[in-house]
T-cell receptor, first 116, second 113 residues
Framework: ETGVTQTPRHLVMGMTNKKSLKCEQH?????MYWYKQSAKKPLELMFV???????ENNSVPSRFSPECPNSSHLFLHLHTLQPEDSALYLC???????????????FGQGTRLTVV | AQSVSQHNHHVILSEAASLELGCNYS??????LFWYVQYPGQHLQLLLK??????LVKGIKGFEAEFIKSKFSFNLRKPSVQWSDTAEYFC???????????FGAGTRLFVKA
């Protein structure tokens, strides 16, 4: 266990569905991230939150909507997805980047998403 | 743009063979470097990291990596692999003072028993 928990582990959804992915960390970290892992592609950083504030959105389509109600929880709301959005979605957390301390990211096990 | 390049997408070795996975990054400033490993069905976890000091870094499970600044490289090595090293390995970079981790595409290692 890394201290980062993602639910659900697997999700199959239709293109018209609305669903949410959840991530929870109890490591005392202040930064949380969503990554997309597709076959044969580098890990793609989607969103970054630092102290609950979104600091980065890497040109992610609006059908992905993140929410960070507090430093321990991160959600990814999904609606009207496309089949090409099928991938492993990883959540990660790390120490406060503003301290200048570049600590490693701790990853959850991911949610395997299949869009049909 | 900053990027990380891993030279091999797939590597197949027999047990006891030596391993070297290449990693190069493109960024002009100082960086912190990482290797992560993802075993089948498991989460990404840190294998080793370099922030400063000795450019030869020792990690878990007998892995090591050498930072060669002039070559912008951070290659991962292990003298003798085991079947349990079968996994996907990711090289990653964070520019010093930043926090956005840039990952390579990963290298799938399969070790034959």
């Amino acid at each position: 266990e890394t201290g980062v928990t993602q639910t659900p582990r697997h999700l199959v959804m239709g293109m018209t569905n609305k669903k949410s992915l959840k991530c929870e960390q109890h490591l005392g970290h202040n930064a949380m991230y969503w990554y997309k892992q597709s076959a044969k592609k580098p890990l793609e950083l989607m969103f970054v939150y630092n102290f609950k504030e979104q600091t980065e959105n890497n040109s992610v389509p609006s059908r992905f909507s993140p929410e960070c109600p507090n430093s321990s929880h991160l959600f990814l709301h999904l609606h009207t997805l496309q089949p090409e959005d099928s991938a492993l979605y990883l959540c990660a957390s790390s120490q406060d980047p503003d301290t200048g301390m570049n600590t490693e990211a701790f990853f959850g096990q991911g949610t395997r998403l299949t869009v049909v | 743009a900053q990027s990380v390049s891993q030279h091999n997408h797939h590597v197949i070795l027999s047990e006891a063979a030596s391993l070297e996975l290449g990693c190069n990054y493109s960024y002009g400033g100082t960086v912190n470097l990482f290797w992560y490993v993802q075993y089948p069905g498991q989460h990404l976890q840190l294998l080793l990291k370099y922030f400063s000091g000795d450019p030869l870094v020792k990690g878990i499970k007998g892995f090591e990596a050498e930072f060669i600044k002039s070559k912008f490289s951070f290659n991962l090595r292990k003298p003798s692999v085991q079947w349990s090293d079968t996994a996907e390995y990711f090289c990653a970079v964070i520019p010093t003072g930043g926090f956005k981790t840039i990952f390579g595409a990963g290298t799938r290692l399969f070790v034959k028993a």
